[in-house]
Each structure stands twice: as C-alpha cells, then as structure tokens.
C-alpha cells in the first residue's frame, strides 16, 4: 500500500522527492544560518521541477498531491529566504 503523503507512481516525483528529503535534511541540520540559506536555495529549484512538470495533469490525483507537496516545499524554502532580510 502506498504511504498517502509521499509515494505515489510518478518517477519524475519520486526522483525529485528523494532530492528534496536531502535538502530539507541538510536545511534541518545546518548549523549556520547562511547554510541554510545555501540549501533553501537548492530546494526552492527543485521545488520548481515539480511544480513545472510538463507531464502534469489535473485529472491524475498524483499530480495533485505532487503539485500540492512542491508547493508547499517551495514556501518552505521561500520563508526561509524572506528570513534573511531579518538576519
């Protein structure tokens, strides 16, 4: 049975989502804020592969969720990156 939140049949997502976990991981374990700023980069890009994926469709509910999920990666990295004008 597929997980609900991450695994769906698309390779393009699961490729990219194994990408963004280690980002995201990096962006959690990264010590120093402009780090983090490094990755939050990387990770917005990514996020962008997703959301402009050429083989999305709104009839298949994967690509809803993948839409869904980069979107809200790609605010992850955009909050952070609104950050560092307070730093």
Same mark, same amino acid.
């Given at each position: 049975m597929? *997980? @609900?939140?991450?695994? #769906?049949? &698309? ?6 989502q194994s990408?963004?976990?280690?980002? #995201?991981?990096?962006? *959690? ?7 983090? $700023?490094?990755?939050a980069?990387? $990770?917005?890009e990514?996020?962008?592969?997703l959301?402009s994926c050429?083989?999305q @469709?709104?009839k298949? @509910?994967? &690509?809803?969720? &993948? ?6 990666? *790609? +605010?992850?990295?955009? $909050?952070?990156?609104?950050?560092? +004008?307070?730093?």
């Amino acid at each position: 049975m597929k *997980n @609900s939140t991450s695994e #769906t049949d &698309c390779i393009i997502f699961q490729k990219q989502q194994s990408i963004i976990k280690e980002i #995201t991981d990096k962006i *959690n374990k990264a010590r120093v804020f402009q780090e983090k $700023l490094a990755y939050a980069r990387e $990770l917005k890009e990514e996020a962008e592969v997703l959301l402009s994926c050429q083989e999305q @469709s709104e009839k298949i @509910s994967d &690509c809803e969720k &993948c839409h869904l999920l980069a979107g809200l990666q *790609n +605010k992850t990295a955009g $909050l952070i990156l609104k950050a560092e +004008k307070l730093v």
